[in-house]
């Protein structure tokens, strides 16, 4: 029997292997300057510097300790893994009712595309739809890119 692949994706429809957040990147980089900070600026601790450096080495520390909670716990703030465990289901995406359900309004008005994985899912298979943005995902793809853009 062939191993069964993990895929970071959250319940509610996101593939989280394509946010910076999901995939580790924004606990890696914030890791890495407080590392080079604490090596190659610690003397700002001692002088003014237009801002506090205390407050600035621990809001990295915060940040490279942080976690998506729905990747982490059990329990998400909206009530997506208890629904899908309830229906049986890997994802929100499984269910029919996922264009109009209010636990997804967040994901659907933040992350758009999730209705295009809905319809792959529909049509094809969660797994394929888990292949596919995997794929995206090494190519990548940052689900968050769409709301650079939006910014004005």
């Given amino acids: ?51 506090d450096y205390k407050e600035f080495r621990d809001g990295l520390r915060v940040i490279s300790d942080w976690r998506c909670n729905c990747l982490d716990t059990e329990d998400c703030h909206v009530g997506n893994k208890q629904c899908a465990r309830e229906k049986g289901l890997r994802s929100c995406l499984e269910c029919g009712e996922f264009p109009n359900c209010e636990r997804t309004e967040y994901q659907r008005g933040r992350y758009p595309f999730v209705l295009e994985g809905f319809a792959k899912v529909q049509s094809d298979s969660f797994e394929a739809w888990l292949e596919e943005e995997e794929r995206r995902a090494k190519a ?5 890119a769409h709301l650079f853009t939006r910014q004005t």
């Fill in 140 to 144: 990548g793809v940052d689900m968050c």
């Fill in 1 to 51: 029997m062939g191993e069964v692949k993990e895929y970071p994706y959250g319940v509610c429809g996101v593939y989280c292997g394509q946010c910076a957040s999901g995939n580790g990147r924004i606990r890696f980089f914030a890791k890495e300057l407080k590392r080079l900070t604490d090596v190659y600026l610690r003397w700002m601790e001692n002088v003014e510097v237009g801002f």
